[in-house]
């Protein structure tokens, strides 16, 4: 922490080098995805070493043991293939652990080598490596390609491909929600239902990542879409894909090869990007928004009514990943908050003029930086001082380095609890993020108020 006091104020560019990155790697981005289907063991097809950091990565997160199997490549695995690693785990893994799916993830050097997942799992098939009624799926995710949230819409995208049309529509609405915690995915399960709509969810970590202990070990938690509902999700009357970098390949995928029209929107953040869910969710499925919604987003509304006067000017900054960003950003222009510098870590142009778009015609400037890293935001933010940080823990040295209060959200969160059990999507979830901004910020003016300013009531 004490070298952060060394962040120099003057800004050059670096082309060549990422100091503390916003972002990281490709296959815990697949592995979190692979959770969220039932009875389905992840695998990491590379070194022991890459998988243990995977695991470890999303244990501290969610405070939850995730079980993973890794090809623990050697030396001769590294030079002549993975393949009789792998097919020798597929067999081990469903002889020992009895999944109902493995779910592969390459790394960097599985993909280095140029090992082929299908043709790997072709092989397994005919030599009857895997059980009947069992199922293998696999995605390519390099880390040095991308991000986390790239290994989690490969993933996805190889959900997707686990569909089996029949011709005859099943009247469900397949729902892609994106890199969000389980509690976020058991919100959106929620509004669907209050909105009568019967959904497929994929991935979802619902029940799994946030399920109850209840002194009984299970290997796989109850939670998690079926491999029986992913593959009747080419029968779907649509696709929601929430989120453009997580989620819109799969739902293009389904609706190019399966005639499943798809459309793609902003994550759930905030009251705006809920009523656009909310509407298309009622127009695909042909029904109406019940009281009980219009109830519940009411609530919301009237909060930011209510105290508006303390979120009016607040300047923020905020990293994360883009499509949660995306929507954030919107949410705190509405509240007449001011994103002042906004940064992640996973590469597209495209999100940082989504941003600007979002800024656009505001009293303030906006600087948003896509392939970005948490040593520019500091050295913006010593340049010029914001009144409120959001991002997940890495941002802690700076909150505590420049005093500035810091709403921990996104991902990782590895120094609180919590996240995998309250939503922040949804009007719900609004309620929730709005509650811990205000929180912040009031403590802050409490404890920096005056006395002739410190009052009882505010």
Known sequence: ????????????????????????CQPIGAMYAALGIHGCLPHSHGSQGCCA???????????EPI???????????????GQANLIQAINNIFTVYEPEAIAVHTTCLSETIGDDLNQIFDKAQKTGKVPEGKTCLGAPTPSYVGSHVTGFSNMVKAMAQLAEPTGKKNHKVNVIPGWVEPADMGEIKRLAQMVGVDITLFPDTDGVLNAPLTGEYKMFPEGG??????????????????GEWCSADAARWLDAKCKVPCTVLDMPFGLAATDRFIDVLRTVAGVTVPDSVAFER??????????????????????????QLISMCEFLVSLDMQPVYVVTGTPGKKFEARIKEICADKPFEVKVKAKGDMFLMHQWIKNEPVDLL???????????DEDIPLLRWGFPILDRQGHQYFPTVGYKGGLRLLEKILTLLLDRKDRDDPETRFELVL
Request: proline content about 3%; charged content about 20%; overall charge positive.
């Open 53 to 63: 950091y995977h695991r470890s990565t999303l244990t501290r997160h969610y405070k």
């Open 67 to 81: 079980s993973a199997a890794t090809s623990s490549f050697t030396e001769g695995a590294s030079v002549f293939g």
């Open 225 to 242: 879409v079926t491999i029986k509902e992913l593959k009747g999700c080419g029968d779907a009357m649509g696709t929601l894909a929430l």
């Open 1 to 24: 922490m004490a070298l952060l006091r060394h962040t120099p104020t003057e800004i050059k560019e670096r082309k060549a080098l990422t100091i503390n990155p916003a972002k990281t």
């Open 298 to 323: 009411g609530q919301l509304v009237d909060m930011i009514s209510d105290m508006h006067q303390y979120f009016y000017g607040k300047r923020v900054a905020i990293w994360g990943d883009p499509d």
């Open 390 to 400: 959001i991002g997940n823990t890495y941002g802690k040295y700076i909150a505590r």
